[in-house]
């Protein structure tokens, strides 16, 4: 049965078993400290497991979104074009995140979250610092791109990429045969992609596994008004205000969306990074839903940097609930000053697990909050950055398709095909004929009689 099960049938069921099993040993008290379990099983094999596929999906990003974008840039072919493509998505980016975290204060504030509850907690948080947003608009243009590669900064990357596109686009003809090579790279980088989707069920089981077992039940029921409301507002904020603008704004079929959605949510969910769920979101709105790689190289590395919807929307209900325990009023200043603050902090920091509470810390500075509170929210926040991460993605791939569809860069047979890109999956096997044909290419020579002159001169 699982063999002939489609990919997300098996990452589905890989889900499942995983949060079944976390909760299982973590309720039955197997997961204990010290324990064998937690020794060998939770903190090494599928910690081991897990750190293995997230590492592998990482290891494509630098050199997709690189490749893509200057791929991408070069297919649009138009510096102007590009210039209103790239206003756009940013404009819809911060208006999204806007709503998303005015969502979370409304709601928040609506069920008094917090009010009178006296809860106590040992953990304190150290602030750290996040990146002073002029560094972050200065370092767009990197000193050293090799630095920035190495280091992941995607909007020096993304910078980076775009300046080589606009110059190759500058020679012209000459540069034909370095686009057709670049896009052969970017097929074999998609199809690495491919191959470690594949690689999926297991990743994704044993990174669920370890962090159900990891929970703290006692803690969950303390702050449970505080989940609550925080999932309510996220699920509010992706079904129904994501959903009525990609309508609006597309007319495109929601239902589709979200099927296609569900692997690429799955992926965010299970390793709490948008940046490491690039690869992921990439390959499914180019390869399933149609979305040109002119419009998606550029909006996807960009939305997982730049656009949080989720993580706003953490922020706009942790406020309301510090700031109700510890009785301070805010003022309508105070929650303008929140929403500005988080969607500026989105900017500057990069879509990895833990991110959303150091751009907390920066929103409760600007509003003269306790930063220790943090530290009250802290036990819960793995799980919630999971959830929040799956709509981080969601708001990007959202947006793209917006984008795209209002500038034509769309192919709408591909989107509404609900096995596009499903076919591409890796068995272990290589095409025959592939294999038969690069041998032959391989054993002539690559240049064939020319390089069999070159031998025997030497
Ligand atoms: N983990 C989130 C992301 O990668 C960021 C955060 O909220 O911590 O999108």
Request: net charge negative.
């Amino acid at each position: 049965m699982w063999k002939n099960m489609g990919l997300t049938g098996k990452i589905i069921v890989a889900m499942v078993i995983g949060i079944v099993l976390g909760l299982f040993l973590n309720y039955s008290g197997l997961n204990g400290e010290g324990s064998f379990v937690n020794t060998y099983i939770t903190n090494g094999l599928f910690a081991i497991i897990g750190k293995l596929f997230v590492n592998s999906l990482k290891m494509l990003v630098v050199p997709l979104v690189l490749i893509s974008l200057i791929c991408g840039v070069c297919g649009i072919g138009d510096i102007r074009l590009l210039g209103r493509i790239g206003t756009k998505t940013f404009m819809v980016y911060m208006l999204t995140t806007a709503l998303a975290i005015a969502t979370a204060i409304g709601l928040g504030a609506l069920f008094g979250i917090g009010k009178g509850m006296n809860i106590e907690s040992e953990a304190t948080f150290e602030a750290a610092s996040a990146p002073p947003l002029l560094d972050v608009f200065s370092n767009i243009i990197p000193s050293n791109p090799i630095s920035a590669m190495a280091n992941g900064d995607m909007l020096s990357i993304i910078f980076f990429a775009i300046l080589i596109g606009i110059s190759i686009l500058m020679v012209g003809k000459p540069a034909k045969g370095l686009v057709q090579s670049l896009e052969l790279i970017n097929e074999v980088i998609l199809k690495m992609v491919t191959i470690i989707m594949n690689l999926a069920p297991y990743g994704v089981f044993a990174l669920l596994a370890k962090a159900m077992s990891e929970l703290g039940f006692e803690l969950i029921l303390s702050l449970l008004s505080y989940m609550a409301v925080l999932v309510g507002s996220l699920a509010f904020h992706f079904f129904v205000t994501m959903m009525i603008i990609l309508k609006l704004f597309s007319g495109l079929s929601i239902r589709t969306f979200l099927s296609k959605m569900r692997e690429v949510q799955i992926f965010a969910f299970s390793t709490s990074s948008s940046n490491a769920t690039i690869p992921i979101t990439l390959r499914t709105v180019t390869k399933r839903m149609g979305v040109n790689n002119s419009v998606a190289s550029f909006t996807v590395p960009f939305g997982a940097t730049i656009n949080m919807d989720g993580t706003a929307i953490m922020q706009g209900t942790a406020t309301i609930f510090i700031a109700n325990i510890y009785g301070i009023d805010l003022g309508i200043t105070e929650y303008l000053t929140v929403i500005l603050m988080s969607v500026l902090a989105s900017i500057g920091t990069a879509g990895v697990p833990g991110v959303g509470l150091i751009m907390l810390s920066m929103v409760f500075a600007q509003v003269g909050l306790p930063i220790e509170g943090i530290g009250l929210i802290l036990g819960v926040d793995r799980i919630l950055d999971m959830l929040r991460t799956a709509v981080n993605v969601g708001g990007d791939a959202a947006v793209t398709t917006i984008v795209a569809k209002s500038e034509g860069k769309m192919d709408l047979a591909l989107y509404n095909d609900p096995n596009a890109g499903t076919k591409d999956v890796f068995d272990g096997h290589i095409d025959e004929e592939n294999e038969r044909e690069f041998s032959k290419v391989m054993n002539d020579g690559i240049m064939g009689s020319e390089y069999d002159d070159v031998d025997r001169r030497h």
